[in-house]
């Protein structure tokens, strides 16, 4: 493999798309790692997500050149490279600010333990949740935002809480030194140029999908 | 206004990244409506995404011609027409298939039901929770999902079942009339053309978050 020293040949990062299929392929590599495989190919790494050979291999160029034409990708080895890329190869901690219903969710949420995402300490304004311990985590008052992240050394946080307070709640997790924000409350956010903020917001997620779903619809017959 | 019967010019659908800021530009004007005005601007409706006046004149430019250069948008007239064209002039059932942790939280999640979305019908596997209650919806059998979608006229679903059971269940659910799924599932799903789906993998959004965090963090201190 041709990689710089970090992996990683271009010096700008990856565009968000680019970043966003890495991923897909990444557990298409461990799906197939589990089956038992040892090698594969553009072609099955991308079929899975309708994604074409040719775009596959487009995008593992932007970081590298891996696999060898006629005998494609060893798995093992373009996982250890993957992750790498990608940053999960190693533990991630996080912090939970705001512990309504969706935020209980994410605590719970499978998905961020098997990427090695782990929730470390939970923030939240509510004296009722402040002192409880909700899967192994004590909640603490907002006040001790600073302190948790400079004890945990996080960079990352999910942001759970009501629209009205995003904002606030943001500009104070910035200020104590949070780089990353997933953000759950439905309003974006301003945040300075070093801070990156990825919105989940699941009503437009929905809408895209009625959208798309409301022309379809004539003639459709729910008896069945 | 110049708009066809159904307020949409073009007879194929809009991209998917045109409906999705379409809809910020909706979130926006709400907003505006509440503070009290009655005109604005193609600046005002996407600054606060980032947006450009000219990308936003494009976007809507899609669904007709709305506004007027030096009077602008009226708010009330964009509002009705976005809402039609987006398919959020109206209450949209949903299904929600699988009641886990993150079932549970988009059962109480305030953002789909003040966009019209309603989880009316609730289906599980799990004996314990067949005929619970959970925000005035009694949770089902699966082998109910055929009578319960054609009763609601449902074609939209909220698919939270774990990954292993995720294409199982969606062609069942496909088979019984839904036409759109958001998949929260951490696994692609194969669908007919016919059928719509949109994936939420929160690992993977939080992956592309690591991803770009990763290379600011050099230098950073959290003793603050």
Redesign the interface.
């Known amino acids: 493999m041709d990689l710089s020293r970090n992996g990683h040949p271009n010096t700008k990062?990856?565009p968000?798309a680019v970043?966003?299929r890495v991923?897909?392929y990444l557990?298409q590599l461990e799906s197939l790692q589990r089956q038992g495989l040892t090698k594969t190919s553009s072609h099955q790494l991308g079929e899975?997500?309708g994604i074409k050979n040719a775009q596959v291999r487009k995008d593992l160029a932007f970081f590298g050149q891996f696999g060898r034409p006629g005998i494609g990708y060893h798995i093992n080895d373009l996982i250890l490279v993957l992750r790498r890329?990608?940053?999960?190869d190693k533990d991630?901690p996080?912090i939970l600010v705001g512990l309504g219903?969706?935020g209980?969710?994410?605590?719970?949420?499978r998905?961020?333990q098997?990427?090695r995402?782990h929730i470390v300490a939970i923030f939240d304004t509510d004296p009722k949740k402040i002192g409880q311990t909700y899967q192994g985590v004590t909640v603490e008052p907002l006040d001790a935002l600073?302190k948790g992240?400079?004890a945990h050394?996080?960079?990352?946080a999910l942001l759970c809480v009501p629209a009205d307070a995003a904002q606030r709640v943001a500009d104070l997790m910035i200020?104590?030194?949070i780089?990353?924000?997933?953000n759950f409350a439905?309003v974006?956010l301003a945040v300075p140029p070093?801070v990156?903020v990825?919105a989940?917001?699941?009503?437009?997620?929905?809408?895209?999908?009625?959208?798309?779903?409301?022309?379809?619809?004539d003639g459709?017959?729910?008896?069945?």
Not at 203 to 215: D, F, H, P, T
């Open positions: 990062p990856a968000k970043v966003g991923s897909l557990r899975p997500f890329i990608l940053g999960v991630w996080l219903n969706l209980r969710a994410l605590l719970r949420y998905g961020f098997s990427r995402f600073r992240i400079a050394k996080t960079s990352l200020a104590v030194g780089r990353g924000i997933l439905p974006p070093q990156s990825i989940v917001d699941l009503s437009i997620q929905l809408e895209n999908l009625a959208y798309k779903v409301q022309g379809s619809l459709v017959s729910w008896a069945g």
